[in-house]
């Protein structure tokens, strides 16, 4: 059999722990025998990074924003504990912030359904997509703490040094102010981003705030979508017979608990953190959750959205078997397959990537899964697999 062949390279960030230690197994198992694939390795690796003083992370961003698409695996996010663990120079920064913020991306999530995992919420049939816009608001906040009784004023002082101020509140005894902000150029990124993921995958996008209350402020994003939308994308949704839907963040969340599911729900900052691991959990599990940073310049990044499995590494460590998910590390890859096809007229590439994805579903709804998956499904699943061993029947199942 001829292997399906490849013109641009995707750009492989590899990363740590027990990610790490699948990552190779399904590239040989379930990738070469069927793509001649070429990548571009990049090892984000905790022990690189701090080799390179993290100019790595740095270069595997500049080399997606050459290529356009990346694959991302886990990697660990250093605290003072892991500074010791693996004896760093330094407290290196999240390398999914630096990549995000090179990119100017914003991070979706969508969870991979499978029929014999009901997700909490009866009506859900299809996956709700949660776009977060990761910038501003209450995350990069300043606050006070009154312990007396005083006036709360905010101020704004322009460029040249002119202000704009509003009173706040006239406390009458001690209280808590904060102040926040966002940005006209974020706000617009994300508006982009949500449109063209939107887009990409033909599925509604829902957006929502608190305008009625928030005059200015929430007022500012709303204005800022409908603007983006009327102007660049109405036509093309249009074209493929798509919408978007505005409505306030009350209503939207009750409603969303009656839809049947299948649209992205845009959220700002503190709603999509809050909402994301909601619909995460109600879904099922976070090993079967996929994530891509979609950049408005038109660059891709695929990811799992769970970390390097820290405590199934140690286990490996020891010797032991591990029943570590790699659904959505295998979702990550043909993620960035089915783009790299689409993105280089290679049908045959994201056709692939269309039938990886159904092998391992089929051999999920066949009762075939690893430990996690076993504990939440209905019917019970027929065998309990290791890693190796889920990995081993997707590949025979691929190759029949
Ligand atoms: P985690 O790696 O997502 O794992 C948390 C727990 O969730 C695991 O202990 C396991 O539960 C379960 N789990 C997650 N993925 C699973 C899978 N594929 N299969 C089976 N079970 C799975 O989060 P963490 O332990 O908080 O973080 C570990 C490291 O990952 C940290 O250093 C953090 O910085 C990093 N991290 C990286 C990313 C990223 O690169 N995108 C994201 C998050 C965290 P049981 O142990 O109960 O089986
Ligand atoms: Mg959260």
């Given at each position: 059999?001829?292997?399906?062949?490849?013109?641009?390279?995707?750009?492989?960030?590899?990363?740590?722990?027990?990610?790490?230690?699948?990552?190779?197994?399904?590239?040989?198992?379930?990738?070469?025998?069927?793509?001649?694939?070429?990548?571009?390795?990049?090892?984000?690796?905790?022990?690189?990074?701090?080799?390179?003083?993290?100019?790595?992370?740095?270069?595997?961003?500049?080399?997606?924003?050459?290529?356009?698409?990346?694959?991302?695996?886990?990697?660990?996010?250093?605290?003072?504990?892991?500074?010791?663990?693996?004896?760093?120079?330094?407290?290196?920064k999240?390398?999914?912030g630096t990549?995000r913020a090179m990119l100017d991306g914003t991070?979706?999530?969508?969870?991979?359904?499978?029929?014999?995992?009901?997700?909490?919420?009866?009506?859900?049939?299809?996956?709700?997509?949660?776009g977060r816009h990761a910038y501003g608001d209450v995350y990069k906040n300043a606050e006070i703490k009154a312990k007396t009784a005083g006036k709360a004023e905010i101020v704004f002082t322009d460029k040249d040094g002119n202000e704009t101020r509003e009173t706040i509140m006239e406390l009458a005894?001690?209280g808590i102010i904060q102040g926040m902000h966002n940005t006209d150029a974020s706000i617009s990124s994300f508006a982009r981003a949500c449109f063209?993921?939107?887009?990409?995958?033909?599925?509604?996008?829902?957006f929502a705030t608190k305008d009625t209350i928030s005059k200015r402020y929430d007022q500012t994003f709303k204005l800022i979508f409908e603007n983006i939308f009327e102007k660049e994308?109405?036509?093309?949704?249009?074209?493929?017979?798509?919408?978007?839907?505005y409505?306030l963040i009350?209503?939207?969340?009750?409603?969303?608990?009656?839809?049947?599911?299948?649209?992205?729900?845009a959220c700002k900052n503190y709603d999509g953190d809050?909402?994301?691991?909601?619909?995460?959990?109600?879904?099922?599990?976070?090993?079967?959750?996929?994530?891509?940073?979609?950049s408005p310049h038109?660059?891709?990044?695929?990811?799992?959205?769970?970390?390097?499995?820290?405590?199934?590494?140690?286990?490996?460590?020891?010797?032991?078997?591990?029943?570590?998910?790699?659904?959505?590390?295998?979702?990550?890859?043909?993620?960035?397959?089915?783009?790299?096809?689409?993105?280089?007229?290679?049908?045959?590439?994201?056709?692939?990537?269309?039938?990886?994805?159904?092998?391992?579903?089929?051999?999920?709804?066949?009762?075939?899964?690893?430990?996690?998956?076993?504990?939440?499904?209905?019917?019970?699943?027929?065998?309990?697999?290791?890693?190796?061993?889920?990995?081993?029947?997707?590949?025979?199942?691929?190759?029949?």
């Amino acid at each position: 059999m001829s292997k399906i062949q490849m013109k641009t390279p995707i750009v492989e960030l590899d990363g740590d722990e027990m990610t790490r230690v699948l990552w190779p197994i399904i590239k040989k198992k379930l990738i070469e025998p069927f793509v001649d694939l070429k990548t571009e390795y990049y090892d984000l690796g905790i022990k690189k990074r701090d080799e390179t003083c993290d100019q790595i992370t740095v270069d595997a961003a500049n080399a997606i924003k050459k290529y356009g698409v990346g694959v991302k695996n886990a990697t660990i996010t250093p605290n003072q504990e892991r500074v010791d663990e693996y004896d760093l120079k330094a407290q290196w920064k999240s390398p999914n912030g630096t990549i995000r913020a090179m990119l100017d991306g914003t991070v979706f999530r969508k969870p991979i359904l499978v029929n014999n995992i009901t997700p909490a919420v009866k009506s859900w049939k299809k996956p709700i997509v949660v776009g977060r816009h990761a910038y501003g608001d209450v995350y990069k906040n300043a606050e006070i703490k009154a312990k007396t009784a005083g006036k709360a004023e905010i101020v704004f002082t322009d460029k040249d040094g002119n202000e704009t101020r509003e009173t706040i509140m006239e406390l009458a005894g001690p209280g808590i102010i904060q102040g926040m902000h966002n940005t006209d150029a974020s706000i617009s990124s994300f508006a982009r981003a949500c449109f063209k993921y939107a887009l990409d995958e033909r599925i509604d996008c829902w957006f929502a705030t608190k305008d009625t209350i928030s005059k200015r402020y929430d007022q500012t994003f709303k204005l800022i979508f409908e603007n983006i939308f009327e102007k660049e994308y109405k036509t093309k949704f249009e074209a493929v017979g798509i919408s978007f839907f505005y409505t306030l963040i009350d209503d939207v969340v009750a409603r969303m608990m009656k839809t049947e599911g299948g649209m992205l729900w845009a959220c700002k900052n503190y709603d999509g953190d809050v909402m994301s691991d909601m619909v995460a959990s109600a879904f099922g599990s976070l090993a079967m959750m996929s994530s891509v940073l979609v950049s408005p310049h038109g660059y891709f990044e695929y990811e799992a959205a769970h970390g390097t499995v820290q405590r199934h590494y140690y286990k490996h460590l020891k010797g032991e078997k591990t029943s570590t998910n790699a659904v959505a590390l295998i979702f990550a890859w043909t993620g960035a397959l089915r783009k790299r096809g689409e993105l280089d007229n290679l049908a045959d590439l994201s056709d692939f990537a269309d039938r990886l994805e159904k092998t391992v579903i089929d051999t999920i709804e066949d009762g075939f899964m690893t430990g996690d998956l076993a504990s939440i499904c209905k019917p019970a699943a027929k065998e309990v697999l290791d890693s190796a061993q889920f990995l081993d029947l997707l590949a025979k199942r691929l190759a029949d």
